[in-house]
């Protein structure tokens, strides 16, 4: 089955700039999307199609991505950041979906 | 308003069988891509079944043949047919939209979860 692989952790100080990674197959096809998710809350999507934020999420999100990695970036970051990070896409048949391994962020 | 709240989690043994429900509002279930969405206790997210605006579903290898994803015809309820029940079932539940369209394959609207553990 097709596979989204981030790394497990990272650390980022407080106004500094944290790029997170999603690796897979399917990357260089279909678009990835990221969620935050704080803990005891439903996952929250941040970015989607690679690099749109939607409505309400503040433009210190950025999303990028270029062959098989799609990646997250938060410029400046805020305590209220500190939170697991999940991308997600299609598999390789465009039919089914698949999420990433999960990034825990931890603001200093 | 958009909005997503599932019911029928609970505790249920091995072998056993639970439906859980999503009652949306704000939009139709048949003119989005509806999809089921779990996460284990201290795991990640993991995606479980699709149901297409045109009726097609799909599922991941691990529910494959025992779970059944449907909606009412009301265009209101997402439901989950959870049969044959493992102790890796275990998990909360999320419902969640994808509004598809040319930029489908995310979810932008999710409930709040329902947990289901399997247990004896």
């Known amino acids: 089955s097709a596979e989204l692989t981030q790394d497990p952790a990272v650390s980022v100080a407080l106004g500094q700039t944290v790029r997170i990674t999603c690796q897979g197959d399917?990357?260089?096809?279909?678009?990835a999307s990221w969620y935050q998710q704080r803990p005891g809350q439903a996952p929250k999507l941040v970015i989607y199609a690679k690099d749109i934020r939607p409505s309400g999420i503040p433009d210190r999100f950025s999303g990028s991505g270029s062959g098989n990695t799609a990646s997250l970036t938060i410029t400046g970051a805020q305590a209220e950041d500190e939170a697991d990070y999940y991308c997600?896409?299609?598999?390789?048949?465009?039919?089914?979906?698949?999420f990433g391994t999960g990034t825990k962020v931890t603001v200093l | 308003e958009v909005q997503l709240v599932e019911s029928g989690g609970g505790l249920i043994q091995p072998g056993g069988s639970l439906r859980l429900s999503c009652v949306v509002s704000g939009f139709s279930v048949i003119s989005n891509y509806m999809t089921w969405v779990r996460q284990a206790p201290g795991k990640g997210l993991e995606w479980v079944s699709v149901i297409y605006s045109d009726g097609s579903t799909f599922y991941a290898d691990s529910v494959k043949g025992r779970f059944t994803i449907s909606r009412d015809i009301s265009k209101t309820t997402l439901y989950l047919q959870m049969n044959s029940l493992r102790a890796e079932d275990t998990a909360v539940y999320y419902c969640?939209?994808?509004?598809?369209?040319?930029?489908?394959?995310?979810?932008?609207?999710w409930g709040q979860g329902t947990l289901v553990t399997v247990s004896s």
């Open positions: 399917s990357l260089p096809i279909y678009f």
């Open positions: 997600n896409s299609r598999d390789s048949t465009g039919k089914l979906y698949v």
């Open positions: 969640a939209r994808d509004p598809g369209g040319a930029l489908n394959g995310f979810f932008d609207f």
